[in-house]
C-alpha cells in the first residue's frame, strides 16, 4: 500500500513533516521493491537506511517533546505514551525484520504493510497531537 503525502499528514512542525515525507518516500520505495519481487538480499539496504532513518527520527520527535512544559500532567502522559509507541514500533519492526532475514516470503510484504499502517496512523494521531502542542508553545513564547 503506497502511501501518498498531503495536508492531512501535515503536523504544522516542518522539521516532522520532511522527516516524515522522508520515511514515506522510504516505505514506497521497500514496498515498491517487494512488489517487484526483488530477492530479501536487495531489500535489506532498504531496511538498514529505513531502520537507520527511524531512530534519527524517533530522536527528532523525543527531543522536541523534552522541550515541552513539564508542568503540565497531559503533556508528561502524552509525551510518555508517545515513547511507549516509539519503542513498541522498533520492537515489532525488529521481529518482522529477522523473519524476513530468515527468508519468509510472506515477511516483506508484512511489513510494508505494517509500516505504512502504523506511520499513517501514528501520525494522524499521535504526530499531529505533538505538533499541536509545539505550535501552542511557539505561539506562546511570541507573546
Known amino acids: 500500500m503506497r502511501i501518498v503525502w498531503s495536508n492531512e499528514l501535515e503536523t504544522g512542525v516542518r522539521t516532522i513533516d520532511l522527516q516524515h ?5 522510504m516505505i514506497n520505495e521497500l514496498s515498491d521493491a517487494h512488489l517487484a519481487r526483488d530477492q530479501p538480499a536487495l531489500l535489506n539496504p532498504i531496511f538498514q537506511r529505513l531502520d537507520s ?7 527528532t520527535e523525543e ?9 503540565s500532567p497531559l503533556n508528561a502522559q502524552l509525551s510518555s505514551e508517545h515513547l511507549r509507541q516509539h519503542q513498541t514500533f522498533i520492537e515489532q519492526m525488529t521481529a518482522i525484520r529477522a523473519r524476513a532475514e530468515a527468508a519468509s516470503e510472506d515477511a516483506p510484504g508484512e511489513l510494508v504493510d505494517f509500516l505504512s499502517n502504523w506511520l499513517y496512523e501514528h501520525i494522524l494521531k499521535t504526530d499531529r497531537h505533538l ?10 513564547s511570541l507573546e
Open 21 to 25: 515525507e522522508e520515511l514515506i518516500g
Open 53 to 59: 532513518y527511524l531512530h534519527f527520527h524517533f530522536g
Open 63 to 71: 527531543a522536541l517533546m523534552a522541550g515541552l512544559p513539564k508542568s
Open 131 to 140: 505538533g499541536a502542542l509545539l505550535n501552542e508553545q511557539r505561539a506562546q
